[in-house]
């Protein structure tokens, strides 16, 4: 009888922590890259945080990565991946926008850390719009200039926001 009371505490533990899960979609824009098509390090970068964040059992969810054109209001593109996010009874979004230089690339397309000059994110609490956190990142020469690399920085990133997160007034 005492095993079954251990089991049942245990189930019942996992279950309120599951349950207390906080929820958010990621969106992620890119900007000074390709104004047509969407780069495989955005691409990289938006699944390394989804599964950084799946991984330490909260819900995810993703807009489609949004490319922001030179001096083109993105604010209406925005402002549906947020009404989507509502509408999915999420707690938070995460907007993180990747900043590339291609200036001095051979390849703009692949996905190695010289070609972003930084990510830029915040974390909003949709129940009442707020930020509750935000930060910046900027590729160094500790990354390798290949995908392990970009994995690397990406992973790193999605830890930053996980810690500003649960520090900052986001649920866990």
Same mark, same amino acid.
């Given at each position: 009888m005492k095993m079954y009371k251990k089991m049942m505490f245990l189930v019942l533990l996992i279950a309120g922590g599951i349950a207390s899960s906080a *929820? +958010? *979609? $990621? /969106? =992620? =824009? /890119?900007k000074d890259g390709s104004e047509n098509v969407v780069f495989d390090a955005s691409y990289m970068i938006e699944q390394t945080i989804m599964d950084f +964040?799946? @991984?330490n059992s909260y819900i995810v969810s993703n807009s489609p990565v949004i490319i922001q054109k030179k001096n083109e209001d993105i604010s209406e593109q925005i402002k549906k991946s947020f009404d989507a996010a509502v509408e999915g009874y999420l707690d938070l979004v995460i907007q993180a926008t990747v900043y590339y230089n291609l200036s001095d690339s051979n390849n703009p397309s692949?996905? !190695?850390i010289s070609n972003i000059? #930084? !990510? @830029?994110? #915040? !974390?909003?609490k949709l129940n009442d719009n707020s930020e509750i956190a935000s930060g910046k990142a900027v590729p160094g020469k500790k990354y390798r200039n290949d &995908? &392990?690399? $970009?994995y690397f920085f990406a992973s790193e990133l999605a830890a930053n926001i996980k810690a500003a997160i649960e520090t900052k007034g986001g649920k866990k």
């Amino acid at each position: 009888m005492k095993m079954y009371k251990k089991m049942m505490f245990l189930v019942l533990l996992i279950a309120g922590g599951i349950a207390s899960s906080a *929820s +958010f *979609s $990621l /969106q =992620i =824009i /890119q900007k000074d890259g390709s104004e047509n098509v969407v780069f495989d390090a955005s691409y990289m970068i938006e699944q390394t945080i989804m599964d950084f +964040f799946y @991984e330490n059992s909260y819900i995810v969810s993703n807009s489609p990565v949004i490319i922001q054109k030179k001096n083109e209001d993105i604010s209406e593109q925005i402002k549906k991946s947020f009404d989507a996010a509502v509408e999915g009874y999420l707690d938070l979004v995460i907007q993180a926008t990747v900043y590339y230089n291609l200036s001095d690339s051979n390849n703009p397309s692949e996905a !190695v850390i010289s070609n972003i000059e #930084k !990510v @830029e994110w #915040k !974390v909003i609490k949709l129940n009442d719009n707020s930020e509750i956190a935000s930060g910046k990142a900027v590729p160094g020469k500790k990354y390798r200039n290949d &995908d &392990d690399g $970009l994995y690397f920085f990406a992973s790193e990133l999605a830890a930053n926001i996980k810690a500003a997160i649960e520090t900052k007034g986001g649920k866990k």
